[in-house]
């Protein structure tokens, strides 16, 4: 599994090896907010490549849709404050995500991650924190956007399939791609071993993509 960052980073880059480009902040841990529908296992690889050390940020909030997901349950045990905006009360998606901008803003978030939000966003959001919210989908994009992006490869029966790690546009799962890793599919792969696999790569690739890009934001 290889996770590669290459064209759209590299033009925008910037002499980071040189110390005196890099001011004050970029040395304080990166805020960032999650936003999450269910399991909640990106959000917990985030939080544990921080304790690692590998990637320099702090998670300040949660936000999932879902009561009770386990994505919740996994903030409550990790300590990690989180916030609860339920779809079903907050039912236009206007609204929805002014309110996510809104909480994110009051906690400081300087970049938003969709870590398995399981709703479409409007340009609320994505105008909010325009090249600050990132998503991860579990395909080689552009293959496979939308929904179930395991079954869809699959039902195709490519060899290879994987996770992109991109920033979020108006375009469903369109925007520009940080960072892929490629998953081999297996003759006996059913959707679960694949899911599985196609899992453990996002959890590296993810805190991977994400600390790459945090001089381009710092510069930004
Ligand atoms: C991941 O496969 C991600 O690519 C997709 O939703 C899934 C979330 O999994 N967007 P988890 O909740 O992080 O376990």
Request: charged content about 20%; glycine content about 8%; aromatic content about 4%.
């Amino acid at each position: 599994t290889v996770g590669r960052m290459d064209r759209w980073d590299m033009s925008r880059m910037p002499a980071f090896s040189d110390p005196s480009q890099q001011n004050q902040s970029d040395q304080t841990p990166l805020r960032i907010g999650v936003m999450a529908s269910g399991n909640g296992s990106n959000f917990e690889a985030l939080a544990q490549a921080i304790d690692a050390g590998t990637l320099a940020a702090e998670i300040r909030l949660l936000v999932v849709n879902n009561p009770g997901c386990g994505a919740q349950q996994r903030a409550q045990r990790l300590g990690i404050p989180c916030t609860v905006l339920d779809h079903r009360v907050l039912r236009e998606r206007e609204r929805l995500d002014q309110a996510l901008v809104d909480c994110f803003r009051s906690a400081a978030v300087e970049v938003i991650v969709m870590a398995g939000w399981m709703r479409i966003v409007t340009p609320v959001l994505i105008n909010g924190f325009a090249d600050r919210l990132v998503n991860i989908h579990p395909s080689l994009l552009p293959s496979f956007k939308g929904l179930d992006g395991i079954g869809q490869a699959l039902a195709a029966g490519v060899k290879i399939t994987g996770c992109s790690v991109h920033l979020v546009t108006a375009e469903l799962d369109g925007g520009p791609i940080l960072a892929q890793a490629a998953v081999p599919v297996e003759e006996r792969d059913t959707h679960t071993s694949l899911s599985e696999r196609v899992h453990q790569a996002e959890h590296r690739l993810l805190p991977e993509a994400i600390n790459a890009m945090i001089p381009v934001w710092r510069q930004g």
